[in-house]
């Protein structure tokens, strides 16, 4: 590519990026690994809300957000028309080369300014982390017409690539595997036993993991109707759960999941860790022999790539693209067959040969699919071919 400068990258956001979710952390991998010689990356988000913009070694640019804006439906209008001048106002004063929105009520936001044929001139893409199904009615019409002036949607599996194409989409869909932090990168063979050790959980402890942040889709009313059914069964187990928190309501929920665990298994079989940082959770992953995921909606499901990447054994509900991250039957279950999940989990507790084998498994499907500079070089390829379309290399 010749120019100048680096082409300018704006990643548009609706939350802060230093707070642990999906979205959150992909932003962040992106923009860490592209900026340089050739781009120059830009975070677009709310207030950050523990961090420093000069803590990232990439531009950060923050706007003032209503956290709690789902309290009432004038909060949440409020919030957007608040959302759509900061918008307008950081795009125009950051010119940016390309826009790439994270998230659906960015894209929305952006989008009355596209309709309107405001900052027609600079391409945009828009990556998915949803499921085209799982929007509502009115939501999914902004999507549909905003994508009509995209440049290329970005779906995280095809299984959500084929749910777009079924909506009519007239978009260019590109399929980019979800990927993980740098933190990840490096499996320490000698770190399972020390981190067991540092939390006070014995070599020989079977553990369940649970993690992620506070959000209808994770369902994790459904985590303590797990554990209970494997502490019904007999199964001797402990549990490593964290929980990552934004708004006030998400406190409570925290305490009843919480409260709900320890009584069924005593609080001296959970651990219990809040709003770890990306380096905390890189460690958290060598607690588990199994990591469980209980979504009941879940596009690509970033937490179980995390957990791959430690050799977690990963058991998943089927749904979404969940199904396709973890790629064998045998570790899918439902809600509404309990006993499969209890089953399997009795498997792997009884049978250390069958656990190695699944840690495994799970480790060279993170090596072959996920990994963070196949994704990067995706988004490279991705954006030179746009920036070429528009005469701009």
Not at 49 to 59: E, I
Not at 262 to 276: F, K, T
Request: aromatic share 12%; net charge neutral.
């Amino acid at each position: 590519m010749k120019n100048d400068r680096p082409f300018k990258i704006l990643y548009l956001m609706e939350f802060p990026i230093d707070l642990a979710g999906g979205g959150q952390m992909s932003t962040q991998t992106l923009c860490e690994g592209l900026n340089g010689e050739e781009f120059e990356t830009v975070a677009v988000c709310p207030r950050l809300l523990k961090k420093h913009a000069s803590d990232y070694p990439f531009g950060i640019v923050t706007y003032r957000s209503d956290e709690n804006r789902e309290k009432s439906s004038f909060l949440r209008i409020l919030n957007f028309v608040k959302r759509i001048g900061s918008f307008y106002r950081i795009i125009r004063r950051q010119k940016p080369d390309i826009i790439h929105v994270s998230m659906s009520e960015s894209l929305i936001t952006f989008g009355f300014l596209r309709c309107l044929g405001i900052f027609h001139r600079i391409p945009f893409v828009y990556t998915d982390r949803g499921l085209a199904y799982g929007y509502r009615k009115h939501s999914r019409k902004c999507i549909l017409a905003t994508l009509r002036h995209a440049d290329r949607l970005i779906t995280t599996t095809h299984f959500n690539e084929d749910l777009w194409l079924k909506t009519g989409v007239k978009t260019d869909v590109t399929v980019i595997h979800n990927t993980i932090g740098r933190v990840f990168a490096h499996y320490d063979p000698t770190a399972h036993a020390r981190i067991r050790e540092k939390y006070g959980i014995g070599g020989s402890d079977f553990v369940i993991g649970f993690a992620g942040r506070i959000s209808e889709e994770k369902d994790w009313d459904f985590a303590p109707v797990l554990t209970g059914a494997l502490h019904d069964a007999g199964i001797p187990f402990k549990v490593a759960l964290v929980i990552s928190v934004y708004e006030e309501q998400d406190e409570a929920i925290t305490a009843r999941i919480r409260g709900a665990t320890a009584d069924q298994i005593g609080e001296e079989n959970l651990l219990y860790l809040q709003d770890l940082t990306q380096d905390e959770m890189a460690d958290y992953y060598y607690l588990p022999d199994v990591f469980v995921m209980t979504s009941m909606f879940e596009s690509f499901g970033k937490a179980a790539v995390e957990a791959m990447s430690r050799k977690c054994a990963v058991l998943s509900t089927s749904v979404g693209g969940l199904t396709e991250v973890i790629g064998k039957s045998e570790d899918l279950y439902t809600k509404d067959d309990v006993a499969r999940f209890v089953n399997r989990v009795k498997q792997l507790r009884e049978s250390p040969d069958l656990l190695q084998e699944e840690r495994e498994y799970f480790y060279r499907r993170y090596l072959d699919n996920f990994t963070l500079e196949t994704h990067l070089n995706r988004h490279r390829e991705l954006y030179r071919e746009i920036l070429t379309k528009h005469r701009m290399i």
